[in-house]
Every structure is written in C-alpha cells, then in structure tokens.
C-alpha cells in the first residue's frame, strides 16, 4: 500500500470515529434518562419545626411528582415544595419520567421531633379585619363555643 492511500485510510477512520464520538457524545443525555437530585434538605434529617421546603433540580424529565401530586419546575429545572410534617418519620416518594417513558423513583424520609398540638385544643388564627368569627370558623372548618351554643339552642 501506498503512503498516500494508508494516510487517506486513517484520516477516513479518524474522521468516522471522530462522528460517532461526537454522536454518542450528543445522545449521552437521552441514553440516561431522568434524574431527581434534592439539594436540601438531606434525607434522614430530623427537625424541630414541621415546615420544611424541598429543594432539588430534576434532568431530563417530562413530569414529576411528590407522592403522586405533580411538582412544578421552573426553567432551569428546579423545584421548591413547601411541606408540612407529620410528628415522627415522613416517607416520600419523589418519582420523575421522561419523554420515552422512563421512570427515576428518590424516596426521601425526614422525621419531626417537635411538639404535638392537638388541633382540638389549639387556638384558632388571629381573624383578619372586617371578618366575623363565624366565616373564620366556617373557613376553618371548626366551631367556637359560641357558635356551638347558638346552633345548639337554635335546635
């Protein structure tokens, strides 16, 4: 073979593996599919107060959701969830999807060692001006011991 022909033979194989790296290189981010990554808080974190925020990016997905409810991502793929916690251990399943229908599952656990209020003897929130007690009530779904006494003698 001659020198010229092998020199054309490597650059046409350089040229080939060069495209196909390139092409690989391209897809890489369709080969692997979605990712949740919660940057905070950790999971297996314990906290005092109940209200936490969930704070993670989600690649590659298509739709996402927090114990089957769908989480809402802004444009640079981020995600914020203000939660409430249930008094000791909360499990949740953070569950992603791309276009090609495959699924990413994250569970997260987060355990509130705070204070247990019962709701029934809990103080009801300050009204806002210019509301009556009982549309606060009723919004709250609860009674006063005024308004038990008024439908209990209006009976």
Request: charge should be neutral; charged fraction near 15%; proline fraction near 4%.
């Given at each position: 073979?001659?020198k ?15 495209l ?14 979605p ?6 808080p ?8 109940p209200?936490?925020e ?8 298509s ?5 089957g409810?769908p ?5 640079e ?9 249930a008094?000791?251990?909360?499990i949740?399943?953070?569950n ?18 705070g204070?247990?209020?019962d709701?029934?003897?809990a103080?009801?929130?300050?009204q806002?001006m ?13 009674t006063t011991?005024s308004?038990?006494?008024t ?5």
């Open positions: 073979m001659s010229r022909r092998t020199v054309t033979v490597s650059l046409v194989i350089a040229a080939v593996l060069f196909v790296g390139y092409a690989l290189f391209g897809a890489r981010m369709l080969i692997v599919g990712e949740i990554i919660v940057m905070s950790e999971s297996g974190t314990s906290f005092s107060d209200l936490i969930l704070h993670g990016k989600a690649l590659r997905t739709f996402i959701t927090l114990n409810q989480l809402f991502v802004d444009q793929d981020v995600f914020r969830v203000p939660l409430v916690l008094p000791g251990t909360s949740m399943k953070l992603a999807r791309d276009r090609f229908n495959r699924e990413t599952e994250l569970t997260l656990w987060y355990t509130y060692t204070e247990v209020h709701a029934a003897t103080p009801l929130p300050t806002p210019g509301t009556s007690s009982s549309a606060t009530s009723s919004v709250l779904g609860t011991s308004e038990a006494t439908s209990s003698s209006a009976e």
